[in-house]
């Protein structure tokens, strides 16, 4: 990847942290923000430059091991990740992840048959939930806690339960704060 474009990525993930980003704050991200700094090193990972791309893939089997969230740098991730506590978190590599995206503590995102999940945009994914096998999540999605999906869920819904079960949402992705929006940094 570019390296204009991982600034970007990587400003966008900042900014979904603190709601602005600056030089001094992702210097201070990167040094008391485990998710933060998890994140900046696995867009590193894409980076086209070998060296860079040598060190944050070693950075980011340490940081994976240190903080138990195992999200493949092959994995496909929209702008604005935000990872909640950096915790006990496992993405496939096989998965897609929109823009804006917050990941809770102990969230499995998996397969046992080769496609993982697809993940829409501005979708907050609450603790303890299991996504299981390729099925599809819309955009504006809440998951809440301790939800099992293991069947689509369209565009504006809230699934809870197990297995999970589908409302129609009042508010559109209430937990998703600091929505980044491309076209504000460009």
Known sequence: MKTKQLKKYIRSDLYRYYGKGNWRLFIKALLINRSFKYSFWLRLCKSECWVIKSLA????????????????????????LYIGHG?????????????????????????????????GNNVYIGPHVSIVEDVIIGSDVTIGSGCVVVKDIPNGMTSIGNPNRNKISREISPFIKNKYELCKWQ
């Open 57 to 80: 893939i070693v950075m980011h089997r340490i940081y994976s091991t240190r903080y138990s969230v195992h999200i493949s740098h092959v994995t496909e991730i929209g702008f604005g």
């Open 87 to 119: 915790t006990s978190i496992v993405v496939s590599p096989t998965a897609v992840i929109g823009d804006n995206c917050n990941l809770s503590p102990f969230t499995i995102i998996g397969s046992n048959k080769g496609k993982a999940a697809t993940i």
